[in-house]
């Protein structure tokens, strides 16, 4: 079975991160590419043994192909930090 890997971009995304991290705990790796967080964004990540990666923010879609460059796995999923999959 092929791997996955899910990718967030975020910038002091503190209050909804966590739900979004929890809702894909079970990828085989999660990658965070960070624009410079001031708040607990990045202890968060840290708790869901995110792959973090720093980067000045460039604009939306060059953010989100940068992230995608730092993942490892052929299946991508990205989601933004306010966004959560649900259960089913």
């Known amino acids: 079975m092929e791997k996955l890997s899910a990718f967030v971009t975020t ?5 909804t991160l966590a739900s979004c991290l929890e ?6 790796e999660i990658v965070l590419l960070d624009s410079g967080s001031t708040d607990a964004t990045l202890e ?8 973090i990666f720093h980067n000045p923010f460039l604009g939306y879609g060059k953010q989100k192909q940068l992230a995608l460059t730092k ?9 933004d ?6 259960p089913a």
């Open 71 to 79: 993942t490892t796995h052929l299946w991508v999923l990205l989601l």
């Open 23 to 28: 809702s894909v705990k079970w990828a085989d």
């Open 44 to 51: 968060i990540a840290k708790q869901y043994g995110c792959k």
């Open 81 to 86: 930090a306010d966004e959560a999959l649900s």
């Open 11 to 15: 910038f002091n995304n503190a209050r």
